[in-house]
């Protein structure tokens, strides 16, 4: 199956009951071959409005802390574990996770990662893939909101980085 053809069943998808309050799914935006994949919680309010992730304020921290440890957004595939905005942008529900996790496992068919990186809580709830190598980082909204987590996500990032680099995933 191809991104697009994901994409276009997750903006049909009513699955669970996400997609009543939202204007748009957000299936993700990146590369079919990235090397890296990164997976967030749910599209917030921004997301939902424009139909792309990570393009608000915690957004674009995250496009801030990656450019500055040299990593570009555009080489990395951007998705959440739901892709449907929240009531009030709450934590997605384990039957909401469970229901959207067959897309995600879908554009990780398809883009076939070395490296997925999870943003925050929920998305530790992605299953282990062989072959892949995992990584758990703070949710850039909490660490854009207090400095302590703020010096954790940049080292975090930065070991990211690191990492890729050492594997030759990135330049
Ligand atoms: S959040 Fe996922 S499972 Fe729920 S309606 Fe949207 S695409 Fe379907």
């Not at 997750?10 to 309050?21: D, E, N, V």
């Not at 809580?121 to 909204?141: C, D, F, N, Q, W």
């Amino acid at each position: 199956m191809a991104l697009e053809e994901i994409s276009n069943k997750i903006y049909g998808c009513r699955k669970c009951r996400l997609w009543q309050g939202a204007k748009h799914g957000v299936p993700g935006e990146g590369p079919a071959n990235a090397k890296v994949m990164l997976i967030g919680q749910n599209p917030g309010a921004h997301e939902d409005e424009v139909g792309r992730p990570f393009v608000g304020r915690s957004g674009r921290f995250l496009n801030k802390v990656l450019a500055e440890n040299g990593l570009k957004r555009e080489d990395l595939f951007i998705t959440s574990i739901v892709k449907h905005v929240s009531p009030k942008n709450r934590k997605p529900y384990p039957d909401e996770v469970a229901a959207c996790l067959p897309y995600t496992l879908a554009q990780i068919d398809v883009i076939e990662p070395k490296i997925i990186v999870l943003l925050g809580e929920t998305a530790k709830a992605m299953p282990r893939l062989e072959g892949i190598e995992y990584l758990e980082v703070i949710h850039p909204s909490a660490a854009m909101r207090f400095n302590k987590m703020k010096d954790k996500f940049q080292a975090q990032i930065t070991e990211l980085a690191k990492r890729a680099r050492a594997r030759g995933l990135i330049l």
